[in-house]
């Protein structure tokens, strides 16, 4: 059965990193809403510049936006034998949507929390930078690249995230208490999403991914970290 691999987890928790690496290893694609929404963004029209502001803001994007985008993601040809959703579902109503699209597939979906302490997020946050050309991400505190601010594997320019500054990394956190705590209550209480502790070394999280992704859902908390 064609797999959905939905990485979850609070703003800076290490979704992207590890939602890359998962897309390199399985070759199914990385749908980063973020990311979407960013290219939209750029559209000089007005979806675009309600877009922009609402990620500049750190607040969510609506509902209706996001069903449209993952409608229209999820349908290309490259997902057909599953993919990777990085930065979705955040709300109820998002997740309801996915258990509709997953069975319309006929895709299974495996839940993967990567757990990350508030502390360290905003260091995360504040000191993340990411290739403009591969995607590539760095942090100039834990991960910099070997020449300061160009991408190691395409020599593309490091640039910092117009939302990764003190003032939207505060709202982000916020928004993802209010609407999207709620949402991890309920799949804690379903049973079905495996935790993970976030504040391993990048390699130790991505093989404890690896490894629950292989032996299925019996193993609801590995490694995991108090919140
Ligand atoms: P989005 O782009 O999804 O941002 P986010 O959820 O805030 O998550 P981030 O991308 O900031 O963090 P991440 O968990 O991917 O961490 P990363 O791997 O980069 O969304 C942006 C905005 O778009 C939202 O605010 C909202 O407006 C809108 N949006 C998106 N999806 C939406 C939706 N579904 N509904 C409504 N609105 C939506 O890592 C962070 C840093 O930590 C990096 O520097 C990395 O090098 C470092 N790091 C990672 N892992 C480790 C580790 N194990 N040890 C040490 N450092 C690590």
Redesign the pocket.
């Given at each position: 059965m064609q797999k959905i691999i939905v990485m979850l987890?609070?703003?800076?928790?290490?979704?992207?990193?590890?939602s890359r690496r998962l897309s390199e290893r399985f070759g199914y694609p990385q749908i980063?809403?973020?990311?979407i929404?960013?290219e939209m963004a750029k559209a000089p029209t007005a979806l675009g510049q309600e877009i922009k502001t609402?990620?500049s803001a750190?607040?969510?994007?609506s509902d209706d936006v996001?069903a449209e985008v993952i409608r229209a993601r999820t349908s290309q040809p490259d997902s057909k034998n599953g993919y990777i959703l990085?930065?979705?579902?955040?709300?109820l109503s998002?997740a309801k949507l996915l258990d509709h699209l997953a069975r319309e597939q006929g895709n299974d979906i495996i839940l993967v929390r990567?757990v990350t302490s508030h502390d360290a997020l905003m260091k995360?946050?504040t000191?993340?930078?990411t290739c403009a050309t591969c995607g590539e991400?760095?942090?100039i505190y834990?991960?910099p690249p070997k020449v300061d601010a160009i991408c190691d594997r395409d020599g593309g320019p490091t640039l910092q995230r117009s939302?990764?500054n003190a003032e939207s990394v505060e709202a982000?956190l916020k928004?993802y208490e209010e609407s999207t705590a709620p949402l991890i209550a309920h799949y804690t209480k379903s049973g079905r999403m495996i935790e993970i502790d976030?504040?391993?070394?990048?390699d130790e999280?991505f093989e404890t991914i690896l490894k629950v992704i292989e032996r299925g859902r019996d193993n609801k908390k590995i490694g995991r970290t108090e919140d």
């Open positions: 987890g609070a703003p800076g928790a290490g979704k992207g990193t590890q980063s809403t973020g990311d929404l960013r609402v990620q750190g607040k969510l994007v996001l990085d930065g979705f579902p955040r709300t998002q990567v995360r946050l000191g993340r930078r991400i760095y942090n834990s991960r939302d990764d982000r928004a976030g504040e391993r070394p990048v999280v």
